[in-house]
């Protein structure tokens, strides 16, 4: 179903103290860790996205019961490697490049072939990336050099160690190699470039035999088999990519406040809250405490006055991956020429996000220049909208939607945004929240 909505007013001052919902890469990851550990483990603030709604179901078809109700998620594991094979399974991953790549790995053991398919944006994604190291390990993937979904996957018995060099800066490559290193004979080792670290924590936090030297811009990772996980508990922290929306919009609002409580502030995911502070902004963190490995934090913004541009170094393009198209939309505010490169990632995602988010700039009559792999922004201090702009055919991309929204709620206009219910895959309380901060949206 197609629902659009409307924008015609820029939301008014607020100071407000909120929650957003729970992060993502933990709740995808937290399930598909419990589905090989022994027994119930149960999560709290479990996102309640499709993204994780898939990931259950998929796991549900593998074999694994689940009970889900308002106060937490149960997943009953069966231990590494029990779940149970049939003949002419199918997977669907939905939208999920997470889901997709990871649970690649936990089948590489098995003995029929599995199918797996997802959404019409899931399916133009690359999946050469896991291929790649999964074939490596022993398992086979089938039609032979298709990259894309539908792909099947068939395992095998006798899966051994690698060593792998990971040159995208991808998490979601590096976990999928970590995840077939547990059911790998010998020792796997990953040079990988700077990605989140949540799956590292999660091994060690489970004892799972691993150790991580951090270099410069390279993560070295070892990890080994292992028998049995005990089940675990997991409170799931709020995600920070998703407070990203609401920091920029109280950034771009007049005299406004904003408190969000209990994110989840691994310094592997902040690259855009120090991307915005260098740009002006003066977001603090509070409260800050550690919870199994992670960091966590109620983050505190304030409408910034004069925001300027900047030349984004590198070295935060993986820790700020999934914010850069809400980063562009203070650019096109601030004093000056923002320049962002070695971007062709973002073409990647859910959908080619560079290009698209340059053509939103565009729209709103912001001068972009753009190539494969960067963008300069010409910023507008006084930035103001008055036409018409409408948002669709953008593969229903979550983040499009979210990026959209603000910038009608910060920039005023006439915005009709078409597929709403995008929000779902990882967002599911966005509109409800903005209507809490006094957001106006039909
Ligand atoms: C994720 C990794 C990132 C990110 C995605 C979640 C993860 O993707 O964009 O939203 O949970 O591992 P890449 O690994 O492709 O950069």
Known sequence: MNKVISINSSIKNFNKTITVDGDKSLSIRW????????????????????????????????????????????????????????????LNAGNSGTLSRLILALLIRSPFKIKLIGDRSLSKRDFSRVIR????????FYPKNKSTLPIYIKGSESIKAIKYYETKGSAQIKSCIMLAALNATGTTKIIALKSRNHTEILFKYL?????????????????????????????????????????????????????IKNVNINPSRTGCI??????????TFKNTKYYK??????????????????????KYNSSAIDEFLIIFLVA??????????????????ESPRLKLGSKILNMMGIKT???????????????????VYKIKNYLKD???????????????????????????????????IIKNLGGKIR
Request: aromatic share 8%; hydrophobic share 40%.
């Open 398 to 432: 979550h983040r499009i939607f979210m990026m959209s929204t603000i910038a009608g709620l910060a920039f005023g206009g006439n915005w009709k945004i078409n597929d709403a219910d995008s929000i779902n895959t990882s967002f599911p309380n966005f509109l409800k």
């Open 369 to 387: 220049e753009l190539t494969n792999h960067s963008i300069k922004i010409f910023g507008n201090p006084n930035l103001k909208l008055n036409k």
């Open 31 to 90: 399930a598909l860790l419990a589905s090989q550990a022994e027994g119930r483990s149960k999560a709290y603030n479990l996102l309640m996205s499709e993204d994780i709604l898939f990931t259950l179901k998929c796991l549900k078809k593998l074999g694994i019961k689940i009970n889900l109700n308002k106060k937490y998620c149960e997943i009953i594991g069966k231990g590494i490697n029990n779940f149970n094979y049939k003949k002419n399974l199918t």
């Open 207 to 259: 004892k799972i035999p691993i150790k991580v030297k951090n270099k410069k811009n390279l993560t070295l990772i070892e990890v080994k088999k292992k028998n049995q996980i005990d089940n675990f508990n997991y409170n799931i922290p709020s995600d920070i990519s998703s407070s990203a929306f609401f920091l920029v919009l109280t950034l771009l609002s007049k005299n406004s406040k904003l408190t």
């Open 133 to 140: 190291p999964l074939k490596k390990f022993g398992a086979s």
């Open 332 to 349: 096109a505010k601030s004093k000056g020429i923002s320049f962002f490169k070695n971007l062709s990632e973002l073409n990647q995602k």
């Open 293 to 314: 490995g992670e960091k966590i934090a109620d983050i505190s913004v304030k409408s910034a006055k004069n925001l300027k541009a900047i030349k984004c170094p590198t």
């Open 274 to 283: 120090s991307i915005l502070n260098k740009m002006g902004a003066k977001i």
